[in-house]
């Protein structure tokens, strides 16, 4: 039986207003998603706190994080950094013209 080629770029006609989460692989020891962002942020007040490591990159557009202690990081095409487990972190920024694409890889 022959796997299914897809494409990381490849999108839907019509986005959903929300952000486009895809869950490519999950076990008990990884998962990797990709995020579609069209203009989407952390709501107000609110923060990940995730159970897991986060390696995150972005493949297409730009987006900005921020973190508890106040500072900011802006990320294009090609970045990529490392988020440890419960480092508490928040979207204040995505591209809407190109949407920004996410990998993410948790562990």
Same mark, same amino acid.
């Given at each position: 039986m022959r796997n299914k080629i897809n494409n990381i770029f490849e999108l839907p006609a019509q986005l959903p207003q929300q952000e486009l989460f895809e869950t490519l692989l999950n076990n008990d020891k990884i998962s990797i998603e990709? /995020? !579609?962002?069209?203009?989407q942020v952390t709501p107000p007040g =609110?923060?990940?706190?995730?159970?897991r490591n986060e390696w995150l /990159? !972005?493949?297409q557009g730009e987006g900005e994080?921020?973190? =508890?202690?106040?500072s900011r990081i802006k990320l294009t095409v090609g970045d990529?950094?490392?988020?440890e487990a419960h480092q508490k972190h928040r979207v204040e920024y995505t591209s809407t013209e190109p949407p920004?694409?996410?990998l993410?890889?948790?562990f």
């Open positions: 990709r /995020i !579609v962002s069209t203009g =609110e923060w990940y706190d995730q159970e /990159i !972005v493949l994080l921020s973190y =508890e202690d106040d990529y950094l490392s988020i920004c694409i996410w993410t890889i948790f």
